[in-house]
T-cell receptor, first 114, second 113 residues
Framework: EDQVTQSPEALRLQEGESSSLNCSYT??????LFWYRQDPGKGPEFLFT???AGEEKEKERLKATLTKKESFLHITAPKPEDSATYLC???????????????FGKGTLLTVNP | ETGVTQSPTHLIKTRGQQVTLRCSSQ?????VSWYQQALGQGPQFIFQ???????GRGNFPPRFSGLQFPNYSSELNVNALELDDSALYLC????????????FGEGSWLTVV
């Protein structure tokens, strides 16, 4: 059974203090590693998809990287508006090849203080 | 904004009742999935619909059922509601195929009392 573990559960940073969130996974065949941002009471907002070890993607102050067993979400010089829960998920395809199921971790609650 | 819309946004039901949640997928998307998210947890996959048929199902009992319509919109029905069904129900849409991004709506908050 696919498993996704995120750490830390919660992270409090000062504005401008860079850090990383971790997502480790065990999956029989990775079909994509997804990062989402979720604000309180809202649905997850798509950030990145990574497909192969060594791949990196960036968006503003966020950079996601992927190895064979884990992914990191690096946050450079965060601002208070980056405060949210960050969710990691692994994708699984069915016999037809469609991304049909995401298995999520519990998320990391990031708080950035001004 | 993803273009995935859900209704209602909030509702309260009594244990044993039935509920229907609705979702309009993003324009151009032909696949709809439903997820349940309990407080403090990540979303859990309920099922996916493609071409108006169930295309995969998670570990949820048969009282969770769904429909997809020709315009790709979808419904989630839950019968015999239990207290543990209280959660945020998320609809997600995508194009059928490997590697396609899955976009979520804002969700429907269900409280069972």
């Amino acid at each position: 059974e696919d498993q996704v573990t995120q750490s830390p559960e919660a992270l409090r940073l000062q504005e401008g203090e860079s850090s990383s969130l971790n997502c480790s996974y065990t999956v029989s065949g990775l079909r994509g590693l997804f990062w989402y941002r979720q604000d309180p009471g809202k649905g997850p907002e798509f950030l990145f998809t990574l497909y192969s070890a060594g791949e990196e993607k960036e968006k503003e102050r966020l950079k996601a990287t992927l190895t064979k067993k884990e992914s990191f979400l690096h946050i450079t010089a965060p601002k208070p508006e980056d405060s949210a829960t960050y969710l990691c998920a692994v994708g699984e395809t069915n016999s037809g090849g469609s991304n049909y199921k995401l298995t999520f971790g519990k998320g990391t609650l990031l708080t950035v203080n001004p | 904004e993803t273009g995935v819309t859900q209704s209602p946004t909030h509702l309260i039901k009594t244990r044993g009742q039935q509920v229907t949640l609705r979702c309009s997928s993003q324009s151009g998307h032909n696949t709809v999935s439903w997820y349940q998210q309990a407080l403090g947890q990540g979303p859990q996959f309920i099922f996916q619909y493609y071409r108006e048929e169930e295309n995969g199902r998670g570990n949820f009992p048969p009282r969770f059922s769904g429909l997809q319509f020709p315009n790709y919109s979808s419904e989630l029905n839950v019968n015999a509601l239990e207290l543990d069904d209280s959660a945020l129900y998320l609809c997600a849409s995508s194009l059928y195929g490997s590697g396609n991004t899955i976009y979520f709506g804002e969700g429907s908050w269900l409280t069972v009392v």
